[in-house]
């Protein structure tokens, strides 16, 4: 099941939290985003991550961790406490750019502004959150929470690789994304000679092979870069495309680092550019900087994980983004990984075994003082 944030499958599984959230006797709450709070007395430990997932992601991306709270805070009450509370942010896959809920909650993006974000097929956000209708019940106040803690699964190959079961975050890098439009000349794929065409596509073909080569430069072996997305027009065999718009996303853990591989990205459009004769667009930055963990909740963890796999740990960065990172702004922040199989994700074949799950929500109810 994919649930693109605000599509019906996204709804129906948020309504279906909202219930099971009351039950575990939390007071459910939409805000205007629709991130989705379970909310406990004054002051608790926020636990979650999010709901909505890639257009093609797994099972596990997000909902783990927003299971697994709910878990924890259902236990919690059960036993007479901590004050555990549970969200599912929304939109962390970034339908309307990434990490949007939690970026617009803890104030890094204003609600107006995020509004005008667009989708890949030209959907507002404000369009899209219409349909939350009468869900919506007002604004979570940030100040009510001591910390936040997110289960994740690792996304990445390191741990199976390693046998082991836990991942304590250090820190979470940095990103930045945006989408650039390379503008040439549309014609006739057969009549017109190689030498005279300015073809799109093979600007980003040069553009990419190019940046691979002058990256080296300037990155270490932890540096990603990532052209995701790509639409050729007009997409027709005999004809020499005359437009690209592909997405041009990089992550680092060193913020000057991410500056230094942004010059390297925009001189080398400049110049196959200005060898094919494209004209150049570049859109909005999105951009977010790297985060370290807060180091005592850190500790929490490392305790948690040191008592459920002993010699099965380690600490570790986190090479994916993260609804963690926006709320690094308003309060002390911690991430758990465990395994995922192959280290595969974004991918239908996600998966994590149940034993590393359930060391996973052990370590979790452990640092957040709740004895399961
Ligand atoms: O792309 C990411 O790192 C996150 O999984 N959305
Ligand atoms: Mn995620
Ligand atoms: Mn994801």
Known sequence: MIRPAY??????????????????????????????????????????????????????????????????????????????????????????????????????????????????????????????????????????????????????????????QIGVVTDIVGIRDQVVTLTGQ?????????????????????????????????????????????????????IVPGQVRFSMQWRDGDADRLERMQAVIETTLDEVAAEIGLRVEIGPLFGLDPVAMDPALRARLEAGAEAVAPGRWRRMPSGALHDATNVARLMPVAMLFVPSIGGISHAFEEDTDEADLVAGLRVLAQAAGVQG
Do not use: K, Y
């Open 186 to 238: 549309q014609n006739h794929a057969g009549t017109t000679p190689m030498a005279l065409r300015r073809d799109a596509f093979q600007g980003l073909s040069a553009f990419s092979t190019r940046l691979n080569a002058r990256l080296r430069n300037v990155v270490t072996p932890q540096s990603v870069w990532t052209i995701g997305h790509v639409a050729v027009a007009p997409n027709a065999s005999s």
């Open 7 to 164: 599509s019906p499958p996204d709804l129906a599984a948020r309504d279906w939290l909202a219930e099971r959230m009351a039950e575990a006797g939390l007071t459910a709450r939409f805000d205007a985003m629709g991130n989705l709070f379970g909310l406990a007395e004054r002051p608790s430990l926020l636990l979650g991550s999010h709901s909505d997932t890639q257009p093609a992601g797994g099972w596990l991306d997000g909902a783990l961790g927003v299971i697994s709270a709910l878990e924890v805070a259902r236990v919690a009450r059960e036993a007479g406490g901590p004050a555990i509370s549970v969200v599912s942010f929304q939109d962390e896959e970034g339908r309307f750019g990434g990490t949007t809920g939690s970026a617009v909650w803890s104030g890094l993006l204003h609600l107006a502004e995020a509004d005008l974000a667009e989708d890949m097929d030209g959907v507002t956000l404000a369009e899209a959150r219409e349909l939350l209708g009468n869900r919506v019940g007002g604004d979570v106040d940030t100040t009510q929470f001591s910390g936040f803690i997110e289960l994740h699964i690792e996304q990445g190959p390191t741990l199976d690789m390693a046998g082991e």
